[in-house]
């Protein structure tokens, strides 16, 4: 047999209910991958080893009442270290909640466990949700695991490169504008942002609550759907929760992809044509299209463009030629209106943190610095407690909602999410899936963006527009570029179509291969 780490998900539930292993073996052999490589990968920033293994041995513990295990029997799932779980820290990568200790279980712990997975650790995150390499953690930078001089993405970099590395076979993380399916990108693996309201948000801490999702990693498209029907369903106590049936997944992956319309984003459309280097652009049409091998993406939000790169210009044409093969209907398609949504995530998402965080004041939460009076306290808590990205989100936003400016910012971000909406609705009436690159380049190195905001957000100017509609999205693993970095193709559909998402996955995952553990976290054979 080989390692565990080597098995998909759905292996480990299989071999856990039929006594091949307990829970408990496969968690004693995922905590020593992290022991042995997280020290360089650093993607945990909370995992206790006793703890774990207590829930282990809970799952064997029912297996010996003769209980029915669940779907994911045993399996090790990394929680983003946004989410609740009761007892454990949650810091949000920030100093303000170092020392917060959750009260209460997220609503997809409590189902996790309902399942029988095994809660495996918090990972590490931009703070608050904010950032697109996770370099914004108070706590230090996760790195990519095929290169540990790049960043892994983010925010949920944490999750995304302990997947990829085989330090966990599952992981959760949240999608706001990308955090999910970016890293799933950068580090080479699947990634999932389903509807808005799929997933209950219960016990994730908010950053943006009309864009907020949870979302999940995995190394293999049926487990990723296994993960996400566990995930799903209605909550009560989510008031943006969809109370439909989740639907199995897991028999979409093999279903193929004969007689799905499947739409190709024209690259240019989605700004104006930059310049090949990326580094910044005026704006010259002059050379569009893609006689020079390079496509360029623009966000008009900045001046700042990365355009996208020739490899993964070409990892989009091959999924298109591998697609069509697979018997599906491949047209180009434009998407009206897709240029503005950087800008208008970025006024919204400001706006709706700006809301959300103020609750850290140092008294209903947050780690309090002291002042003279209340005032004063709640400064200085918010001052040292907040990095330098979230105190520039909360400026943003506090303007973009401020009197004399709301319709300019504000109101005219919501316009452009409405027209956004309009436009997918019938880009939609006449294909199924819209196909783009998840990202226009592939990982960046550590320290290149951090003191150029607009450079980082430029990095999610192909997610924003699913994230703003509150449609589903999928990062697919579509192969290396030159320098071995992974690249992820984005698939979107219409609301309630995560189907389409994973039959897309799985034509795609036979065409390029079930994603590799990259050689550094290969296990040296006989240990
Ligand atoms: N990178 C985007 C941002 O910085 C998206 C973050 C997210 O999805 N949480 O806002």
């Keep these: 047999?080989?390692?565990?780490?080597?098995?998909?998900?759905?292996?480990?539930?299989?071999?856990?209910?039929?006594?091949?292993?307990?829970?408990?073996?496969?968690?004693?052999?995922?905590?020593?991958?992290?022991?042995?490589?997280?020290?360089?990968?650093?993607?945990?920033?909370?995992?206790?080893?006793e703890r774990t293994l207590a829930a282990a041995d809970q799952v064997d513990q029912r297996l010996a009442e003769g209980r029915q295990l669940g779907p994911l029997a045993g399996v090790p799932v990394a929680l983003k270290d946004n989410f609740c779980q009761r007892g454990l820290p949650t810091t949000c990568g920030s100093r303000m909640l170092a020392a917060w200790h959750a009260p209460y279980d997220a609503d997809v712990v409590e189902r996790l466990v309902a399942a029988?997975?095994?809660?495996?650790?918090?990972?590490?995150?931009?703070?608050?949700?904010?950032?697109?390499?996770?370099?914004?953690?108070?706590?230090?930078?996760?790195?990519?695991?095929?290169?540990?001089?790049?960043?892994?993405?983010?925010?949920?970099?944490?999750?995304?490169?302990?997947?990829?590395?085989?330090?966990?076979?599952?992981?959760?993380?949240?999608?706001?504008?990308?955090?999910?399916?970016?890293?799933?990108?950068?580090?080479?693996?699947?990634?999932?942002?389903?509807?808005?309201?799929?997933?209950?948000?219960?016990?994730?801490?908010?950053?943006?609550s009309s864009l907020d999702r949870v979302g999940a990693f995995a190394r293999q498209a049926d487990d990723l759907a296994a993960l996400l029907r566990v995930l799903s369903g209605g909550d009560a106590r989510d008031a943006t929760s969809v109370h439909d049936a989740p639907p199995d997944w897991r028999d979409d992956v093999p279903a193929g992809v004969r007689e799905v319309r499947i739409g190709v984003l024209s690259i240019a459309d989605v700004g104006t044509v930059g310049s090949s280097t990326g580094s910044s652009s005026t704006g010259s049409s002059?050379?569009?299209?893609?006689?020079?091998?390079?496509?360029?993406?623009?966000?008009?939000?900045?001046?700042?463009?990365?355009?996208?790169?020739?490899?993964?210009?070409?990892?989009?044409?091959?999924?298109?030629?591998?697609?069509?093969?697979?018997?599906?209907?491949?047209?180009?398609?434009?998407?009206?209106?897709?240029?503005?949504?950087?800008?208008?995530y970025h006024l919204i998402a400001a706006a709706e943190a700006a809301s959300n965080l103020a609750r850290y004041d140092g008294v209903r939460y947050g780690t309090r610095v002291a002042g003279v009076n209340a005032e004063t306290s709640a400064r200085n808590t918010r001052g040292e407690g907040f990095g330098p990205e979230v105190q520039r989100r909360i400026v943003l936003g506090t303007m973009a909602l401020s009197a004399g400016r709301r319709d300019a910012l504000h109101g005219r971000a919501e316009a452009t999410r409405q027209r956004l909406r309009t436009a997918f609705a019938e880009l939609f009436e006449n294909v199924d899936v819209l196909l783009s690159p998840t990202t226009p380049t592939t990982a960046f190195a550590l320290g290149t963006r951090t003191s150029d905001p607009l450079r980082m957000y430029a990095a999610d100017v192909l997610t924003t527009p699913a994230s703003l509609a509150g449609l589903p999205a999928i990062s697919i693993p579509a192969g290396h570029d030159e320098a071995g970095l992974p690249i992820g193709i984005q698939a979107v559909a219409a609301v309630g179509r995560e189907d389409l998402l994973f039959r897309v996955a799985g034509a795609l995952e036979r065409a390029f291969g079930t994603p590799a553990i990259p050689t550094p976290f290969i296990e040296a054979v006989a240990s």
Aim: one cysteine or more.
């Design 1 to 49: 047999m080989k390692p565990l780490h080597q098995l998909g998900a759905r292996r480990i539930a299989v071999g856990v209910r039929a006594r091949e292993f307990s829970a408990r073996d496969v968690t004693l052999a995922f905590l020593a991958r992290v022991r042995q490589f997280d020290g360089t990968l650093r993607a945990f920033v909370d995992l206790d080893d």
């Design 116 to 208: 029988d997975a095994v809660p495996f650790g918090k990972t590490n995150m931009d703070e608050f949700g904010m950032g697109s390499s996770t370099e914004w953690s108070a706590f230090g930078p996760t790195t990519n695991p095929w290169d540990a001089t790049r960043v892994p993405g983010g925010s949920s970099g944490g999750s995304a490169a302990a997947v990829a590395a085989g330090l966990v076979p599952l992981a959760l993380g949240s999608d706001t504008g990308g955090s999910v399916r970016q890293p799933a990108a950068f580090c080479g693996v699947f990634g999932i942002a389903p509807s808005y309201g799929r997933v209950s948000r219960r016990g994730l801490v908010a950053f943006a």
């Design 286 to 344: 002059s050379t569009s299209g893609s006689s020079t091998g390079v496509v360029p993406a623009a966000a008009t939000v900045t001046e700042k463009r990365d355009c996208v790169e020739t490899a993964v210009a070409d990892a989009l044409a091959a999924s298109r030629a591998a697609l069509t093969q697979a018997g599906a209907t491949l047209r180009d398609a434009v998407l009206p209106g897709a240029a503005d949504a950087l800008a208008a």
